[in-house]
């Protein structure tokens, strides 16, 4: 799971056997791969220093001598291409690198889909992948009637936009998508190599995308004319009479940092030139605006405010009725400080419903009605003190679904506009809840899926009378090798440092020993309030079977799982909660015999990457068997400069603290994995993972920590190394086939650190 950034407006077979009998099991021994140490790429150190002011002791000054890395140049490319080669010449030593990956293609290579949205043209919607598509593709029904989905193996309709005709190797891929509620249109941004950057396009729902034999794949022929440039962190907004839709971006350029945001309307048939500035604030050049217009009425412009990742926003709201779009609207500021996070869920009338964590950590829902001059916050579903209010939205017509988070586990349920919980959905099902629902009045679908289980298409109708036949199962997904029923999952909660009680997922292979032995992968997150839910990858299954192997995933602070106050827990001075919790789960492993001592390897990315750098710093000499970090923030003194490319790093100062206030300073300094590099102990087996286009956390960060590693413990028994992705970004948006081949890289690199054998 890679994630981090602003809420969206808010993841040759070489068998060697000895001897071969029928009655036993045959193994492919990877033994750790052998190393020798004092062989890396050099890279130039110079005498750069910052400055910085600290609250205990006044000027610091910080060495920093690989500061040429944050630069795009030819020595740059240079280290970045002798990098790779080493990284790579270490990689393929692993004897059973290529039959890890061919198994981890084979069980990938099934049906995925999406729950059905009914749109504004009568059609039924729905994402597709056939297994190894590069990019999943947009179907649709072919009337207004819903493909039976039971038994289904092909898309079930036909197929209205495929993004793999973008380009021929899967990196152009959509990265937002709105339709209008004429029905005419369809808007939608492509973005390249995983920047975070996108253009939008406009075309007719009645002119598809799709591969027609005989003729070129040119995206561009039959789309309007619309080309909207360098959009970041924004939803395409349509406006009720369809002429139009709001946007963020910046005024058509490309600029240096990610600043000065301001929100527009397009008109459709105008160049983006014309395009109306809605708002901009140069006194608040960090602000950025999420514009969103009441569903049902069209009345309404929400704008939604945000200064950082926090979990806090302002809230206006303009009469679209009454205001001529443009910089002179008349804004309501309904909600005028950074206090508290308020999200519209729908409005009747004046009569708004959000969901809120105001004097509610776990959130609550509250009404606010326009047309009483007091603005009366009124609880409508007051906050459940033990179940964290996760997802929220208005359907049927005069329904709220609403989803808890107990325990990390999802429960939805059904209530009435008034605030009465009506009935709980699927009571026995401990799966997680995607909120995939359609606004559509006919039916309510809901995604289901967990460890053990790759996706289920749930349905539940309003307009049938027996509430025991509005619930059914509208299509499941089919594997053809994997057998999910051959793996468990349970919850257990282990104490970390300081007494905190924190639960963790385990999954197993039917086969996986308990006595012990059994190496394990950890994977953490731990920030921004991102809670991480049962999920199903068959990358792991496929590792955990084919090792013997453990999946661990604890729900240390930071995340969301528990409310704002879990989330609290894990961020500023707090943060080294974050990294006691991960540290504390390994030791649970090993203490409890679920895992083997020095055979668990951590990994995490984005933020997750930042953990697994300051675990390995941290720990004991011992704890990890190796450590996989992905696009981590490991400068935390510079994540909120714009270098190299155009970081959203300032708004995560929320979560971080400021290096640049004294006081802040203190406590981020001591944590910093790239200035707390330990020379007292080895480091387990470590591989840093990074992309050339990564426009989020730019790569200088795993560039310099590569280095560093390598200058300070060029000595280390165990393999520093850094591998850097081509034409790939942050994470989304990366094609199926690229995902792959990095899953067989850095699991590889987990088994042949660690010595393991295929299990055959």
Known sequence: MLILGLRVFRPTTRIYKLFSFASRSTHTRTM????????????????????????????????????????????????????????????????????????????????????????????????????????????????????????????????????????????????????????????????????????????????????????????????????????????ITWTHDSKGFFYQDKAGTETTDDKDAMLYYHRIGTPQSQDILVIKDAEHPEWMWGASVSEVDGRYLFLDIVQDTGKKNMLWVADLQENEIGQNMKWDKIVNEFESEYTVIANDGTKLYLRTNENAPQCQVITIDLADPSRQHKVLIPEVKDAYLDDITAVGGDKLAVVYKRNVIDELYLYSMEGKQLTRLAPGIRWCYRSQWPPSTVALFVFLTGFTNPGIVARYDFDEPGEDKRWSIYRSTIMERLVPDEFSAEQVWYESKDGTKVPMFIVKHKSTKSDGTAPAIQYGYGGFSISLSPSFSPTILTFIKAYGAVYALPNIRGGGEFGEEWHLAGTKERKINVFNDFIAATEYLVKNKIAAPGKVAINGGSNGGLLVAACVNIAPEGTFGAGVAEVGVLDLLKFDVDLMFWSIGKAWTSDYGNPHDPHDFDFIYPISPLHNVPTDKSLPPLLLMTADHDDRVVPLHSFKHAATLQHTLAHNPHPLLIRIDKKAGHGAGKATEKRIQDAADKWGFVAQSLGLEWQD
């Open 32 to 235: 750790a791969t052998p190393w020798t140490p004092n062989q890396y790429p050099q890279a130039r150190r110079s005498d750069h220093v910052d400055i910085y002011k600290s609250e205990k002791q006044g000027e610091v000054r910080v060495s920093d001598p690989y500061q040429w890395l944050e630069q795009q140049s030819q020595e740059t490319d240079q280290w970045t291409t002798a990098q790779d080669q080493f990284t790579r010449s270490h990689l393929d030593k692993n004897p059973a690198r290529t039959k890890l990956e061919q198994e981890i293609r084979a069980n990938t290579d099934y049906a995925k889909f999406s729950a059905p949205s009914l749109k504004y043209d009568g059609r039924w919607y729905w994402y597709y992948n056939s297994g190894l598509q590069p990019q999943s593709v947009i179907c649709r029904s072919k009337d207004a009637n819903l493909p039976d989905g039971s038994g289904e193996k092909g898309p079930g309709g036909e197929v209205y936009f495929d993004p793999n005709l973008l380009s021929t190797d899967g990196t152009a891929a959509l990265s937002v998508t709105a339709f209008s509620r004429c029905g005419e249109y369809f808007a939608y941004g492509i973005s390249l190599s995983g920047s975070d950057f996108y253009t939008v396009y406009v075309r007719r729902t009645s002119e598809p995308f799709t591969a027609i034999v005989g003729q070129p794949n040119d995206h561009h022929a039959k789309r309007l004319a619309e080309e909207i440039r360098f959009v970041k962190f924004s939803s």
